[in-house]
C-alpha cells in the first residue's frame, strides 16, 4: 500500500513561486505514474501536471504549462511541483497522486488509484 503526502502548500501573492512535494512511502514501482491534480472551490478535480515511464516523460496541462515543473527523484520517493508565477486562479487544493501502471490518460483522475490528503495553495491579488 502505498501512502502519498502532500506539503509545502501555503499563500503567497501573485507572480511568487510556492514548491511543493509530495512524500511517497510504499513501494517504488507503484509511484511508476505520478502526477499533481488541484481542485478550487465549487469545481472538478483537474490534472495540471505528471511525470511517468523510465525517462520521465512530463505532461502539463495548457493552464500551467512555462509555469510549473513537474519532477521527481531517482528513486521515485518524493514528487515535487514548483510553481512560479502564480495567479490567483492557482488558488486551489493540490493532490499528489500515483498509480503502478497506466490506467488511463495521464492527467485523468481515473488513472490513478492512490492519493494524498492534499496542501492548501492560496494566491492573493
Not at 501573492?13 to 512511502?25: H, M, N
Not at 521515485?76 to 490506467?103: F, G, H, V, W
Request: proline fraction near 2%; charged fraction near 15%; aromatic fraction near 14%.
Amino acid at each position: 500500500q502505498v501512502q502519498l503526502v502532500e506539503s509545502g502548500g501555503g499563500s503567497v501573492q501573485a507572480g511568487g513561486s510556492l514548491r511543493l512535494s509530495c512524500a511517497a512511502s510504499g513501494y517504488s514501482y507503484s509511484t511508476n505514474y505520478m502526477a499533481w491534480f488541484r481542485q478550487a472551490p465549487g469545481k472538478e478535480r483537474e490534472g495540471i501536471a505528471a511525470i511517468y515511464g523510465g525517462p520521465g516523460y512530463t505532461y502539463y496541462h495548457d493552464s500551467v504549462k512555462g509555469r510549473f515543473t513537474i519532477s521527481q527523484d531517482s528513486a521515485k520517493i518524493t514528487l515535487y511541483l514548483q510553481m512560479n508565477s502564480l495567479k490567483p486562479e492557482d488558488t486551489a487544493m493540490y493532490y499528489c497522486a500515483a498509480a503502478s501502471r497506466s490506467l488511463g490518460w495521464v492527467l485523468d483522475s481515473h488513472a490513478y488509484n492512490y492519493w494524498g490528503q492534499g496542501t492548501q495553495v492560496t494566491v492573493s491579488t
